[in-house]
């Protein structure tokens, strides 16, 4: 069971303090994804736990980018997750193999 209150998720039990706030929370694959979002912008803003509460990976350990302008929304589609980059940038990614599998510019 998870359950996530301000910088705060408890996944199986384990409470895990974030540095920010937590916007959203979606499990996908037996794992918890995680998007922070405050008033700024945060770079590396998507985090990946297993249902033990250990971390698994940070979204710039899958996407490499230079220059990281943070995210603002996650979604599960069909067991892809789907996030969505303040840029208007709209990443597909794996997480079982943490491979990109697609990225569309919206805008």
């Known amino acids: 069971m998870v359950k996530y209150d301000g910088k705060f998720v408890d996944i199986s039990g384990k409470k895990i303090k974030l540095e ?60 892809i997750l789907k996030v969505h980059s303040s840029m208007g940038l709209v990443f597909k990614i794996d997480v079982e193999t943490e491979k990109l599998i697609s990225n569309v510019f919206l805008r």
Do not use: C, H
């Not at 920010?20 to 929370?25: A, D, N």
């Not at 990946?48 to 302008?69: A, H, Q, V």
């Open 20 to 79: 920010y706030t937590i916007r959203k929370i979606v499990e996908i694959s037996n794992q918890v994804v995680v998007l922070m979002y405050d008033d700024e912008v945060i770079a590396n803003n998507v985090v990946s736990f297993d249902m033990n509460g250990n971390e698994l990976w940070k979204i710039n350990d899958i996407l490499n980018i230079k220059r990281p302008t943070g995210n603002v929304d996650i979604q599960n589609e069909n067991g």
